[in-house]
């Protein structure tokens, strides 16, 4: 199983960018993905997450209306398209997967995620 996340840069506050989380070795029909970010010295949380039907999807209340997580099947890719970004969206994101369903016990805790990406990194500057 692999999971790469990519797309992470520097950016300027108001501005967007796209992350992908490429997926191999599972079947996303039986998978959730999550995306969380974590700053340093700080717990990973969640950002966003679709379920393993495609259509469930969560959003954290820092990104709502800014953020846009979507699942492309074909390419088995998960992208969270970041718009109006800003200073505190500064972060290392990591794709995450657990053959679970979305708000299951435990769902947002990263501790119980057996599949991880290596982080990008998202650098905001104001």
């Known amino acids: 199983v692999q999971l790469q996340a990519s797309g992470g840069g520097l950016v300027q506050a108001g501005g967007s960018l796209r992350l992908s989380c490429s997926i191999s070795?599972?079947?996303?029909?039986?998978?959730?993905i999550v995306w969380f970010r974590q700053a340093p010295g700080k717990e990973r949380d969640v950002v966003l997450s679709?379920?393993?039907?495609?259509?469930?999807?969560y959003y954290a209340d820092s990104v709502k209306g800014r953020f846009t997580i979507s699942r492309d099947d074909a390419k088995k890719t998960v992208y969270l398209q970041m718009n109006a970004l800003k200073p505190e969206d500064t972060d290392v994101y990591y794709c995450?997967?657990?053959?679970?369903?979305?708000?299951?016990?435990?769902?947002?805790?990263?501790?119980?995620?057996?599949?991880w990406g290596q982080g990008t990194q998202v650098t905001v500057s104001s």
């Open positions: 070795g599972i079947s996303l029909d039986y998978y959730t």
């Open positions: 679709i379920s393993r039907n495609g259509v469930t999807t």
């Open positions: 995450a997967a657990q053959k679970w369903e979305i708000f299951a016990d435990g769902w947002a805790n990263p501790k119980e995620y057996r599949y």
